[in-house]
């Protein structure tokens, strides 16, 4: 018995899939277009997504939010878990990406539960809390710029409300957080958001060894 979490080799990270997940035809699907397309290692894994859709139910959730949604794969997740009656704000910037997610959404029957934001997200979360929004949020999943995710932090955490969760993407950047070669600004910024976090007394913490690293955030 190991005392740490042991290292997922393929073949046992292919028996972890082969036992426990429960991905559905259309989250397949879309998962294997989007393997298809450039940049398609910005997906989350599918045993992360089933992971963020028991935490959804778990808590229960009816208003959650996305920052980041590429092709829609973590989105759908959400909105599956959600209830006919929850609603999920999804982020992002690009037209191309979101078109892909929406043409999924749509098969999937959960487009009425998706408001999709076309623009900054910074400025997207700011309008919810100008809004009226601010402690309204069950759940926020934040996987975009890495160097603004001290700014997507705190605005999520404001629209959370007491109770909420956020899980925060990335955060062993592919081990490069402990590899000092590594200058970039989005590894610098991965660094200080973790820093930050480990002295954040508004909230609760784990660090989940799950994929690339996911932080999870539970507002006191």
Known sequence: MSMKTIQI????????????????????ELREETATMPRANMQIS???GQFMALLIELLGAQKTLEVGVFTGYSALWTALALPSAGRLVACDINPDWTAVAQRYWQRAGVA??????????????DQLIEGGEAGTF???????KKE?????Y?????????????AVDNVLRNGRVIDPSFTDEDTGAIRAFNLARLEDERVTLSMVPIADGLTLARKR
């Open 148 to 152: 603004e995710y001290e700014d997507y």
């Open 138 to 144: 069950d759940f926020a999943f934040i996987d975009a």
């Open 112 to 125: 009425n539960k998706i408001d999709l934001r076309l623009g900054p997200a910074i400025e997207t979360l």
């Open 9 to 28: 080799t393929n073949d046992l990270y292919d028996y972890l899939l082969s036992v426990s997940l429960r991905e559905s035809a259309i989250l397949r």
């Open 46 to 48: 599918p045993e992360q």
């Open 154 to 166: 705190q605005r999520s955490l404001e629209l959370l409300r007491p109770g909420g969760l956020i």
